[in-house]
Every structure is written in structure tokens, then in C-alpha cells.
């Protein structure tokens, strides 16, 4: 027997391009399946929507000057997506953080003004949509902060973050909490999990109310909970009187996670199917169309058939495309041509590491559409779609959000799937 | 590559795979253990970075992996392919080798001999033992079982006897059941099930004799014996799907299903024995063939109402099948049923894991979170494709927990 499933659309990806993409397919009516090999890009980001953050000179208001980077951008996915779809993915995402399993919690901001947000290392980051949780750390206001560690984060390290924010003219100090924890719930985590029960945070609160000066934002590493951030911030801003603020941490991350739940939950609510640890090893094509792509299903494998595939399985950091030890270049999913390879002879990296490197805008080749070149039902999404230097720009989240929208809404539009029909 | 515990292909290709490591800490976030004890410093150390530093026929270095309970979440997790919990569990392999297995691990991982004493007949009087306390303090001084680990009551018939009497009747469309230990001796009803549902779509079913898979062997880390058993289940399997290409294994205990579709194979380094291959190529779960069935039109889909809500949780070993949670696509077909999905990652059993009163204290902790969601969500009754997390379940909550096939069942009116 061969062993087959079929499906309206398959979304290849989990990260946020790909769980944008199914529960935005499923929401349509659509019976849609999400494959990956595993938990993806959520994990590992800060969870704030960077929109642009440079246009190469700090971007106040993505809004006001999208019209003109898309101008001088034309092979940049933002060019086929428009500023009007970045604004509807991100009010989209805005809703379903607000309906989502996590009672409370919301996404702030919009596409006209960045806010800039102290990272781990004190600099500061321009984001357009952020969780309520990290807004108070815009530095647009921040008139006085003080960072608050514990030993028991090691890879935090509140000096270095209000050193940094003092010299970019952000006055800030830096205190270390006391915390005890077992070794088992000495990361990111663990902690949350803590900041989760209202008892422990309120004996945290009481030992930090003591340290604190009068007139001072808290920013404290974005642990606040995992199952319940509204709750613990809001408590924390309560207990403390004062804005409190979360600062991303290094990986993992539990803002990361809870959007992950929250798009996972948006997939399930609407009935959409998500199997993780399949990895998509074979696919078969119909001439210029794909028509099914297998797994492995422990013993054996499931292929699962679509009219429509989105794949959204990132670029060269997650290893979807990869440049192999011939120096050639792959999209190793489904085979597909790439876009933005250096030519022959021409160099693929630069000696500056933080240089414009020339491999850095390769993704697969796609159509004005963001279908892909050669296998016309593939919409492509996220950090698989070429031209955009993600991390120089500040706008990898803001391209995994609206590819992804952008990949469903196409999909419902030509496969007629009935709008609001239940999968 | 031949360094480290690699000996064959499939070994060097599940080492190999640590070099995929990019340190990312998916895994650490998503491991339950680690989550709720400092003894087991998480995946990724025990994996990756420790395995650098395992050397073949030198001691082991490093002894928490031990404590690793082996539910897979960490490979299923991955986004760079590491197979850290193969790799994991033959480093656990390697480690009770050299420390030498406790009488217990000789015991409780041999349901077959269990059931035999315990069952059938004897079954009222081992019952009253295993509920007996100064029983179950001796048991626990002597044998390292903990007091209060769940521990099923054996059933007063086994499956097989029932079969016997209620032969499939013939209609040429052949499957083979492999009801696993768990349907054979503490609850031959679910096997009865399973095999009226599919009877109800056309099946003829049969039921070669069988013994354990071996997988309380292999996760106690006893790999020679589990070999033995695990290669005895697919000689006793294969013959009903050798000359037949059409003919499918199905089993109802997904974690035992698992152990023939992969495990055996991957941890086992069993990757090439022809008839552990075939097995594994045409083993599938129940669900997961009732959901393709229903794909391909062929599910009967005659249901009742069934107006119950219900909380349901997708095992460890179950998600490992990499099928996603076909139960509840099955579970959309019933009118009237209300579906409470999960998402805690594990109970805590882990096969034997939370019955070693080294580690009961661990299994609960690990259980909590799915414990807490169950209370909290006002269903009756918790549907879960693994015996051993059933009786966990049921055990840490009170509530009644079945197969997702009784649902079925029920809705089919059988």
C-alpha cells in the first residue's frame, strides 16, 4: 500500500512563515497540513515584528519609507508583497495574539513608527510590532532604567546591558536580583516558568522593590512567563510601581515560545494539521507542477498530496539551502532553482564578516507573485525567498509575516476554497 | 567515521549526526526531564557535547544520561536533524554495561514472563499482591520498584484466548494485529476493539503468536536481550506479510508499534535484518492507518453520536511516529464529541522510567503540567494511544483513560 494523504495546501515550515501560512490557509477553509523537521526560527528570535529597521540609515517609520525602499528594492520580497499586506499580516497577528490561548497578551505598535529596544548587549534595536511586555523599553521615553540580572541567567549580563544603554545616552544601572533555583531552572525557561506562580513573584518583587531607585524603568530578561506574561507583567509593573520592561535574551526564547503557541493554537482552532519531525525527503512533480512530497513516517513513508504547497523552511540557517563542500549551492527540499548566486568567478564572501556578503541575498527564484520558478503551485515564504539581507535591514520577521499571509490569501483566491468553511 | 560506539553503518550515520549540532537549545527547552531535575543536565549536554568524548571500549564519561528517559522529544524537536536521543540511548547502553544491570531492569522489562505468572488464572490473587502495601515496601526495598508506581491489574483472560474463540470471519482482505503485551494481559478489551473495528471495515484479522517487541529491554538499556526479542517478534511476524505486498501489521500500543517501525532498527543497529525491515516497512499505527483509510474513502463512517468531552494526549512515543496526532482527525469524524487537545510534552512514565523508585519522584514531576491541564479541563474521561501513560494518567488524576479507538468503537455502535 502506498501510503498517501491529501490536502487542500502542505505548508513546509514551522517557524513563523509557515505557521502564519497554515493557520491563515486553515482560517480560509482550507484542510491544510504543516511539515517540519522540527520547532523552528520562533525558539531562537526576540518574537518582535522588525518590519525595516534600516534603509541603510535607522528607519523612524517603516510605513513612511517602504514606498521608496521598495523603489530602489525591486527584487525584494517586501516589492511583491506591498506595503498594504505588510499592515493587514501584522493587524492579523495582532488579533490572533489577542484571541490566543495566552489570556491577556497582546502585540503593540503599527507600521508607522519603530519602536528601539534595548537588546541583551545594551544596543538598541528598532521593531515595529512588539508584546506589550517589552514596550516599555522604547527608548524614545526611557528616561532612566535599571537592568536587573541574576547569576542564575548566565548568559545575561545586566552591567554590560546598562553600560552600553548609558553610552547611547539611555541613563541605566544595573542590579542583580536574588534568586535561588535548582540547576534544572537555571535558563530562560526555568525562570519563566517561576515568574508564571503569583507567590513566587511576589516574594521576587518584594527583594527587588528594595533595590530599586525612585523614577526607574525595570528591564528585566525576557522570562516573564510562559504560560501567563500578561499576568506576571502586569503584576510586576503593579507590585513595583513602575513600567517594567522585558530585554530578548539568547536562545531560547520564551517570547519566542509563546508565539509559537499562539500560532500553533491559531493552526489547531482552525483545524489545520501540524506533524513535527517530518522532514520532507522526496518529492514527485507533474511537469511544471509539484505533486506530492514524502516523509518518513518511522518504517515507512507518507506522501502528502496538495494542489497547493507554501514552502516556508528558511535559507541557510536553518539548512533548507545550503552551499556544499563543491561550493555548490542547493534548495534542498524540493530541488528548486536559486536566485542571487554570485557569478562564476566572483566572490561569495567578503573578508569583513559584518560586510554586504554577496551569498547573503541567495533564496530561491520566484515569480512577482512569489510562486516559485519552475513549479508554479509553490508559493515560497519567509527566509527561503531571496533578495533582503534580513539581519542588515531588520526585517526578517516582517518578510516571514506577510510572505506567509500572502502565500494563504493567494491560495484561497485561486483554489476558490469557500471563505469561513469549516476544515 | 569508526571512533565512539559506532559499529555499523546506521550507528556511524546516528553519530554522525551530532556534527549537525548548532547548539541552539530547542531541545533543552523542549526536554521534560531536564525541565524538573538537576540529576539529568538535558539533551543537548548529555548528547552532543558529551558523545564528543565517548570512546569506544574506554569507560564512560559521563553518568547522567541514565536519567534521560528516553521519550524521543528531543529528536522529534530538532530542526537540524540530531538524532540526540538514539544517540542518547546508546550511550545509556554503553553505561549499564559498564555499571552492571540491576536485578529490577532484568524483571520489569520482561512483560512476557510478567503476564504469564500474573495473569489469567492467577490474575485475582496477583492482584491483590500488587494492591497488597507491605507488599509493594518488600518490593520496593528488594527490587527497586516504587511503592506507588501504577501498576495495571492483569486481566482474568488474555487476548489471545478471546481471539481464539472469535476467529475473524474470512473476507480476503487481510491484516495482521500485533496486540503487543499490554492488550494481551492487562486489557485484552482494547485488543477486542480494535479487532471489531476492523472487522466493521472489511478486515480479516489475524493474530500470529507473538511475544514482547523489546522495548523495556532497549530504554532499560539492555540491548543484547532486547535484540533477541525484538528479531523473535519479526520472525514470528513477517511470514503473514512476506508474499503479500497488500498486507499491513497494525498495533494499537504506539509505542511498541514504534519499536518495530524505527527504534529497533536506529538504537538496536538492526538496520539491515530483512525481516525487521519489511516488519518495519509495513507496521503502522492504528490511527494512523484508520486516518489514511478514511483519506482514501475506505473508513466506514456509520458513527453515532457520541456526546462526551474528552481530553486527549498524544504520547511521546506516539508522536515519534512523525504522523502528527491522526487520533484527532479521527475524533473530528464523531458527532457530538468535544476534544480537549493537550500540550504538555510527556506523563513521566516512560515505559518503566516512573516505576524505578529512583525515578518516581522525577515521572511525577515531569507529569505535572499534563496532569494540571487534564483537571483543569472539565473533560470526563483522557484519551491517549500508550497503555503505560494511560495507567500513569490515571493513576496521578483519577480520571478514566482509553484508547482513542473506544471512541470509535462507541460511535460505530459496537
Known amino acids: 500500500m502506498r501510503s498517501e494523504l491529501h490536502y487542500d495546501a502542505v505548508v513546509i515550515g514551522a517557524g513563523t512563515a509557515g505557521l502564519v501560512a497554515g493557520a491563515r490557509l486553515a482560517e480560509g477553509g482550507a484542510r491544510v497540513c504543516v511539515l517540519a523537521k522540527g520547532i523552528g526560527s520562533t525558539h531562537l528570535a526576540p518574537a518582535t515584528i522588525d518590519v525595516l529597521g534600516y534603509a541603510p540609515d535607522r528607519v523612524v517609520s517603516p510605513s513612511g519609507v517602504l514606498p521608496e525602499f521598495i523603489a530602489a528594492h525591486p527584487g525584494h520580497p517586501y516589492a511583491a508583497l506591498g506595503v498594504d499586506a505588510i499592515a493587514e499580516a501584522a493587524r492579523w497577528l495582532q488579533s490572533r495574539v489577542e484571541s490566543g490561548p495566552l489570556a491577556g497578551y497582546r502585540y503593540l505598535g503599527d507600521l508607522d ?10 544596543a538598541l534595536r528598532p521593531s515595529a510590532i512588539v508584546p506589550e511586555t517589552m514596550a516599555a523599553g522604547d527608548s524614545a521615553d526611557l528616561e532612566r532604567a535599571c537592568v536587573v540580572g541574576t547569576r542564575m541567567l548566565r548568559d545575561f549580563h545586566p552591567a554590560l546591558c546598562a553600560s552600553n544603554l548609558s553610552r547611547l545616552g539611555v541613563p541605566a544601572r544595573s542590579v542583580e536580583a536574588d534568586i535561588e533555583l535548582e540547576r534544572a531552572d537555571q535558563n530562560a525557561l526555568g525562570l519563566a516558568r517561576h515568574f508564571d506562580d503569583p507567590g513566587w513573584r511576589a516574594a521576587f518583587a518584594g527583594r527587588l522593590a528594595l533595590k530599586l531607585q525612585a523614577d526607574e524603568r525595570v528591564g528585566l530578561p525576557a522570562v516573564l512567563g510562559v504560560r501567563d506574561p500578561h499576568g506576571a507583567w502586569s503584576d510586576l509593573e503593579h507590585r513595583l510601581g513602575r513600567q517594567v520592561f ?3 535574551t539568547l536562545p531560547p526564547s520564551v517570547p519566542g515560545m509563546r508565539l509559537y503557541e499562539i500560532l500553533r493554537a491559531a493552526l489547531r482552532a482552525a483545524g489545520g494539521r501540524l506533524v513535527l519531525g517530518a522532514e520532507v525527503i522526496s518529492s514527485e512533480r507533474d511537469g511544471s507542477r509539484l505533486s506530492s512530497v514524502a516523509t518518513h513516517s518511522a518504517g515507512h513513508e507518507t506522501r502528502y498530496a496538495a494542489p497547493w504547497f507554501v514552502l516556508a523552511s528558511g535559507g541557510f540557517n536553518s539548512g533548507a539551502i545550503e552551499l556544499d563542500s563543491h561550493w555548490v549551492t542547493h534548495e534542498r ?46 508559493l515560497v515564504a519567509g527566509a527561503a525567498l531571496p533578495g533582503a539581507v534580513p539581519w542588515r535591514e531588520g526585517c526578517g520577521e516582517g518578510i516571514a509575516l506577510a510572505s506567509g499571509s500572502h502565500a494563504a490569501q493567494l491560495v484561497l483566491a485561486r483554489s476558490g476554497a469557500p471563505a469561513g468553511a469549516a476544515a | 567515521m569508526s571512533t565512539g560506539a559506532g559499529t555499523t553503518p546506521i550507528d556511524d550515520l546516528l553519530r554522525g549526526s551530532i556534527d549537525h549540532c548548532v547548539k541552539c537549545t530547542i531541545c533543552e527547552s523542549q526536554c521534560p526531564v531536564s525541565n524538573v531535575t538537576p540529576l539529568f543536565p538535558g539533551p543537548k549536554y548529555a548528547g552532543p557535547q558529551a558523545e564528543r568524548y565517548r570512546v569506544a571500549d574506554e569507560p564512560s564519561v559521563e553518568w547522567s544520561v541514565d536519567y534521560c528517559s528516553g521519550c524521543g522529544i528531543c529528536s522529534q524537536s530538532c530542526p537540524q536533524g540530531v538524532k540526540i536521543a538514539e544517540v542518547n540511548a546508546q550511550a545509556r547502553n554503553k553505561l549499564k554495561k559498564q555499571k552492571g544491570y540491576p536485578l529490577r531492569d532484568r ?10 505468572a500474573g495473569g489469567g488464572p492467577m490474575a485475582p490473587l496477583a492482584n491483590l499482591t500488587i494492591d497488597f502495601k507491605p507488599f509493594r515496601i518488600i518490593g520496593e526495598k528488594l527490587l527497586k520498584v516504587h511503592r506507588d508506581a501504577p501498576a495495571p491489574e492483569f486481566a482474568r483472560h488474555r487476548f489471545s484466548s478471546w481471539f481464539k474463540k472469535h476467529p475473524s470471519p474470512p473476507t480476503g482482505k487481510k491484516i495482521v494485529y500485533f496486540h503487543n503485551c499490554g492488550t494481551e ?33 532497549q530504554s532499560s538499556g539492555l540491548f543484547d536481550d532486547a535484540r533477541k526479542v525484538v528479531l523473535k517478534l519479526a520472525r514470528a511476524l513477517v511470514p503473514y506479510v512476506r508474499d503479500d505486498p497488500d498486507t499491513l501489521i497494525v498495533g494499537n500500543a504506539t509505542s ?98 516512573g516505576l524505578k523508585v529512583e525515578k518516581y519522584d522525577i515521572a511525577q514531576k515531569v507529569g505535572a503540567d499534563l496532569f494540571g491541564q487534564i483537571r483543569g479541563s472539565g473533560a470526563a474521561e483522557v484519551a491517549c494511544d500508550s497503555e503505560t501513560c494511560r495507567w500513569q494518567i490515571t493513576h496521578a488524576t483519577g480520571h478514566k483513560s482509553v484508547h482513542p479507538i473506544d471512541y470509535l468503537h462507541r460511535a460505530y455502535g459496537l
Not at chain 2, 480494535?194 to 523495556?216: A, S, T
Open chain 1, 113 to 122: 513608527r519603530n519602536y528601539l529596544l534595548p537588546t541583551a548587549v545594551g
Open chain 1, 246 to 248: 522585558e530585554i530578548p
Open chain 1, 333 to 378: 527540499v524540493l530541488g528548486l532553482s536559486l536566485r542571487g548566486l554570485p557569478a562564476e568567478g566572483e566572490p561569495r564572501f567578503l573578508g569583513d564578516y559584518l560586510a554586504e556578503q554577496p551569498m547573503s541575498q541567495v533564496g530561491v527564484a520566484v515569480d512577482g507573485e512569489l510562486r516559485a520558478e519552475g513549479a508554479e503551485n509553490v
Open chain 2, 107 to 116: 524483571i520489569i522489562t520482561r512483560p512476557t514472563w510478567l503476564g504469564r
Open chain 2, 185 to 217: 494481559y492487562y486489557e485484552p478489551w482494547e485488543g477486542q476493539k480494535v479487532v471489531q473495528i476492523l472487522e466493521h471495515n472489511g478486515f480479516e484479522v489475524v493474530v500470529p503468536k507473538q511475544d514482547c517487541c523489546g522495548l523495556p529491554l
Open chain 2, 256 to 353: 511498541c508499534t514504534l519499536m518495530l517501525k524505527r527504534e529497533a532498527r536506529e538504537i538496536l543497529s538492526l538496520e539491515h535484518d530483512p525481516d525487521l525491515k519489511l516488519v518495519s516497512e509495513r507496521t503502522y499505527d492504528l490511527c494512523e492507518l484508520l486516518l489514511e483509510l478514511h483519506d482514501r474513502g475506505e473508513l466506514k463512517t456509520d458513527f453515532q453520536p457520541v456526546n462526551e468531552h474528552i481530553f486527549y494526549h498524544a504520547p511521546c512515543q506516539q508522536q515519534g511516529h512523525f504522523i502528527g496526532k491522526p487520533a484527532l482527525d479521527l475524533f473530528a469524524l464523531i458527532p457530538g464529541l468535544e476534544v480537549t487537545e493537550g500540550n504538555a510534552r510527556c506523563c513521566g512514565i516512560a515505559g518503566t522510567y
